[in-house]
């Protein structure tokens, strides 16, 4: 399993493949991995010859009132999980919204490789890191994606800004993994819905697939965040979640 943190080397994997022939499928997401995600990669296996898995707290898509800098974080235990699913490449971004350092910047270029070797290492990012992430994308980056329509109701009310930083890191991605068929959750309707209509929109030639919502044996639908319920809370909502998902 390839595991990329540069972009440029993640483009030139996806080009050779493109040119050996290979049909590319590519899996977004935020990592601390679990049974729904694996659920997606399996799907993904289907759909083409070589399968990519993005691993990106993506900054842009959280308001700064919300959990950016304590998001579950484990990159040496994703890489763990994604290993038996012979998973061709792991795409783990340091930055998607900081230009590339050029040569001259060479305190940038240090950091940079520092911080992508320390995240290998640790798994995870501190937090001088993840400051800096939040300020280079509001300070570095001004092209947005937007869907209109469909960013407006249900998450969007209560996020407002989230399928914003969806949408345009989805874009960066589609075009740094250039896949011929991208996989989404279910779980997240209303992204999946937007992407489809993003994809559309733009003329993208991306095959883009919604997957089935996984649940736990209790019914509770699986999620990263699921970690930051208590067992009182788990308790109360699972029954709701499950009579939601029969509704
Ligand atoms: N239980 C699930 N069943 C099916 N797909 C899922 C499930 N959980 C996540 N996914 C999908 O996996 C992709 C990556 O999602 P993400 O990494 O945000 O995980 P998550 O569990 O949705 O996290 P969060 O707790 O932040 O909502 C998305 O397309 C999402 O819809
Ligand atoms: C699609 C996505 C990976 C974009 O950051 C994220 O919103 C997610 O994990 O659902
Ligand atoms: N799967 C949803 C990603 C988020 O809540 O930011």
Known sequence: MELFHDKEDMRKWSRAMKRAGKKIAFVPTMGSLHAGHLHLVERAKLEAD?????????????APNEDFGSYPRDLRGDLDKLQPFCVDAVFNPYDLYVRD?????????????????????????DTRDLTSKRQRYTHE????????????????????????????????????VEPDV??????????????????????????????????????????????????????????????FGKA
């Open 50 to 62: 070589v399968v990519v898995v993005s691993i990106y707290v993506n900054p842009s898509q959280f």
């Open 101 to 125: 350092a050029g040569q001259n910047d060479s305190e940038l270029s240090e950091r940079k490789a520092s911080s992508q070797q320390k995240a290998v290492n640790e798994g995870a990012d």
């Open 141 to 176: 980056h001004e092209t947005w994606i937007r869907v209109e329509k469909l960013e407006l109701p249900l998450c969007g009310k209560s996020r407002p800004g989230f399928f914003r930083g969806v949408a345009t890191v989805v874009t960066k991605f589609f075009h740094i």
């Open 182 to 243: 991208a996989i989404f959750g279910k779980k997240d309707y209303q992204q999946w819905r937007l992407v489809c209509r993003m994809v559309r929109d733009l003329d993208f030639d991306i095959k883009i697939i919604g997957c089935e919502l996984i649940r736990e044996e209790d019914g509770l639908a699986m999620s990263s965040r699921n970690t930051y319920l208590s067992s009182a809370e788990r308790l109360q909502v699972a029954p709701t979640d499950l009579a």
